[in-house]
């Protein structure tokens, strides 16, 4: 398995939801990321996690929740989301952070109305 | 500091011809340079990278990319596109660490 799978591929939620974006892999890849991607631009990195414990967090308002719940699971919780955070949400992974063998989700496509 | 300029935003191509795009860097260290390629609702796939070693970098679907220390670019080539070529394509550079710095993007357009 060299995939990064994750669900759902689209999700439209209201500003008072609370919903996950899901990302697995079974790679043995031991560093995952979260980026955001806005429409015409180049991917944000959020999120790092290493060995399953949250590394980076490039100041992320609270509203967004990571989980690394094993090694092959990232969750992205959501919650009092704005409109203005609708983008593609990506997932991506490799052997260890700092390793430069990123495999990319397909991406989760966020609508907050 | 590191920067990535890529230097074309759009590249309308016919199909069968060559393609060039471009990507400038700017760091006054050793960088490790990349090319992805993300089609429409997809997410990226990495197309090729430079860590060390030989300037000219092959990478997947035909493509492959040149690093030029002195000019401080990692341009990327193609002779021959396809429809399916149709895509957009980001230059990234990192240093020693895990973060990767993506251009704002070339839209490549192939037309037959």
């Known amino acids: 398995d060299t995939e990064v799978t994750q669900t759902p591929k689209h999700l439209v939620m209201g500003m008072t939801n609370k919903k996950s974006l899901k990302c697995e892999q079974h790679m043995g890849h031991r560093a995952m990321y979260w980026y955001k991607q806005k429409a015409k631009k180049p991917p944000e990195l959020m999120f790092v996690?290493?060995?399953?414990?949250?590394?980076i967090n490039e100041s992320v308002p609270s509203r967004f929740s990571p989980e690394c719940p094993n090694s092959s699971l990232l969750n992205l919780h959501l919650h009092a989301l704005q409109p203005e955070d609708s983008a593609l949400y990506l997932c991506?992974?490799?052997?260890?952070?700092?390793?430069?063998?990123?495999?990319f989700g397909s991406g989760t496509r966020l609508t907050v109305v | 500091a590191q920067s990535v300029t890529q230097l074309d935003s759009q590249v309308p191509v016919f199909e069968e011809a060559p393609v060039e795009l471009r990507c400038n860097y700017s760091?006054?260290?050793?960088?490790?340079l990349f090319w992805y390629v993300q089609y429409p609702n997809q997410g990226l796939q990495l197309l090729l990278k430079?860590?060390?070693?030989?300037?000219l970098v092959k990478g997947i679907n035909g493509f492959e990319a040149e690093f030029n220390k002195s000019q401080t670019s990692f341009h990327l080539r193609k002779p021959s596109v396809h429809i399916s070529d149709t895509a957009e394509y980001f230059c990234a550079v990192t240093l020693n660490d895990y973060k990767l710095s993506f251009g704002a993007g070339t839209t490549v357009t192939v037309r037959a």
């Open positions: 430079y860590l060390s070693g030989s300037t």
């Open positions: 991506a992974s490799s052997q260890q952070q700092g390793d430069y063998g990123y495999t």
């Open positions: 996690y290493s060995y399953e414990k949250l590394s």
């Open positions: 760091s006054s260290v050793s960088v490790y």
